[in-house]
């Protein structure tokens, strides 16, 4: 199932709620706010720089592997990038019509107040911390994708190259290191203060105070504050976010009410919900499985053409050796009988220097 057919399912869905019942629409209206003191950051993208040291922190302490291009190549910055399982954040670049000022945009999981992501898994591998992390849990994770399918920011990023226990992999808001009192490792590293850690509110005020104080230089609103129902990650910008690649057309409402809606305006609904979405991952999870088992066999016939093929190359080129080997001792016999044949010096000499040494032998 493609992003854009479920997030139109989804429309649909909430559509037919509406007609469904006042009750559904009404519920949609009333969202969580976030836990009270929860934790988020602020990126003041009128102070980013580009650096890319947010992402090489990021790297370090989620023990993440060195990129294939190294963190001070900033050619990087000439193809616009997404997440990935080995990059939990990247930074873009967008060139605006002054072309000697860029702006570089910081993006990873917006560790919305309402995920979408967490909606959808059916098996609460994801869920909304009281921190304010979205965290993930891999040993929950049944690996259905549904998650990366619903995130509005399309930021998690699966492990199709681990052939076991594959994960969904994703920015934490480095919450190991905030139990510990630490800031995030990306906030830590930036040289320019273009990242603000602290409790969501503050941020939201100290974001507002930017704007007054600077008019000229801020647009007049703050991404994430009301985005998909809100997000702990806020972004100051010079221009519309609409030019940086950031989506303007998610709305206010969360992605759970979208679903939560109609499913409960519809009681059968709610109780069909995890048959149909285990039904649906069990579907897939066959298909993924036929296609593994095609694919192990389809290398196994290829590992068995090659070995056959493999073996009468070295019988030919064995019989060629053999070939080879006699034609050459062939050569060094007829060369030795040659030799052989050819007359000694002694019989070389002439019948009458023989006869004359003879007679001198005599005749002493
Ligand atoms: S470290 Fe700071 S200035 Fe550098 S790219 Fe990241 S957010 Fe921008
Ligand atoms: S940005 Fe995407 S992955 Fe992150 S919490 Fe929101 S929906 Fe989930
Ligand atoms: S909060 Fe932590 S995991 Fe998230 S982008 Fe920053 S360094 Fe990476």
Redesign the pocket.
């Known amino acids: 199932m493609t992003r854009r057919k479920f997030l139109g399912w989804i429309g649909a869905a909430a559509g037919a709620g509406a007609v469904m019942g006042g009750s559904a629409s009404a519920a949609s209206t009333k969202h969580f706010k976030g836990y009270p003191g929860s934790l988020g950051v602020l990126?003041d993208i009128t102070?980013?720089?580009?650096?890319?040291?947010?992402?090489r922190?990021c790297n370090t302490v989620n023990a993440l592997p060195e990129p294939q291009q190294p963190f001070d190549d900033l050619s990087v910055l000439n193809q616009e990038r997404r997440t990935t399982s080995h990059a939990y954040?990247v930074?873009n670049r967008f060139q605006g019509e002054d072309k000697a000022h860029p702006t570089?945009v910081?993006i990873q999981c917006n560790h919305c107040l309402e995920p979408a992501c967490a909606s959808v898994c059916f098996v609460k591998a994801f869920r909304k911390d009281r921190t304010g992390a979205v965290t993930y849990d891999a040993s929950l994770c049944v690996g259905c994708r549904y998650c990366m399918i619903a995130c509005p920011f399309n930021i998690p990023a699966y492990e199709y190259n681990k052939a076991f226990t594959p994960r969904v992999m994703k920015c934490t808001l480095c919450l190991p290191r905030i139990e510990k009192g630490l800031l995030p490792g990306?906030v830590a590293?930036?040289?320019?203060?273009?990242?603000t850690f602290g409790p969501r509110e503050k941020l939201i005020k100290e974001a507002r105070r930017r704007i007054q104080r600077f008019p000229q230089t801020y647009v007049d609103h703050i991404y994430g504050e009301t985005e998909m129902g809100g997000t702990s990650w806020l972004y100051l910008s010079a221009r519309p976010f609409g030019e940086l690649g950031m989506r303007e057309d998610l709305g206010i409402q969360p992605a759970p009410s979208l679903t939560a809606g109609p499913l409960s305006a519809v009681p059968i609904v709610v109780g069909l919900w995890p048959v149909l979405l285990t039904g649906i991952y069990a579907i897939s999870r066959r298909k993924d499985q036929i296609a593994a088992q095609e694919r192990i066999e389809a290398i196994a016939a290829t590992v068995a053409d090659a070995n056959e093929e493999m073996k009468v190359k070295l019988a030919e080129l064995k019989d060629k050796m053999n070939k080879e080997k006699e034609a050459a001792i062939n050569l060094e016999v007829k060369k030795a009988l040659e030799e052989a044949a050819k007359p000694s010096e002694a019989e070389k000499q002439p019948a009458e220097e023989i006869g004359a040494a003879e007679k001198r032998k005599e005749e002493k």
């Open positions: 990126h102070r980013c720089i580009g650096c890319r040291q947010c992402e922190a954040t930074v570089f910081k990306c590293s930036c040289p320019k203060e273009a990242l």
